[in-house]
Nanobody
Framework: QVQLVESGGGSVQAGGSLRLSCAGS????????MGWFRQAPGKEREGVAYITNFGTIRYPDSVKGRFTLSKDNAKKTLSLQMISLRPEDTAMYYC?????????????????WGQGTQVTVSS
């Protein structure tokens, strides 16, 4: 059973940076899709980055150029470097994974989820 544990959230001022990490366990071969989602109060969960097993990385326009996704298969970690943070980036951030080759920004395409880590950006 794939298990994901996030860390690295916190509170920063606008313009600041944070690095989120997701530690995976319970598998020998990496899930095909791994990514990060976020959910702000009263809003739907949205994808902010994902990576396929072939190393293809995608970002939505809202974070492109500010967020960088990286994956270490040997360490089973998925990291999200976030710079130039904005108050609108405030949300609970979740690590997600799925074995199917249906990588997307749709939360329904992910089976495994972490518990989340809170990111708060103040103006």
């Amino acid at each position: 059973q794939v298990q994901l544990v996030e860390s690295g959230g916190g509170s920063v001022q606008a313009g600041g940076s944070l690095r989120l990490s997701c530690a995976g366990s319970g598998y020998t071969s990496s899930p095909y899709c791994m990514g990060w989602f976020r959910q702000a109060p009263g809003k739907e969960r949205e994808g902010v980055a994902y990576i396929t097993n072939f190393g293809t990385i995608r970002y939505p326009d809202s974070v492109k150029g500010r967020f960088t996704l990286s994956k270490d298969n040997a360490k089973k970690t998925l990291s999200l470097q976030m710079i130039s943070l904005r108050p609108e980036d405030t949300a609970m951030y979740y690590c997600a994974a799925d074995r199917r080759a249906r990588c997307s920004f749709n939360q329904d395409d992910y089976t495994y989820w972490g518990q989340g880590t809170q990111v708060t950006v103040s103006s």
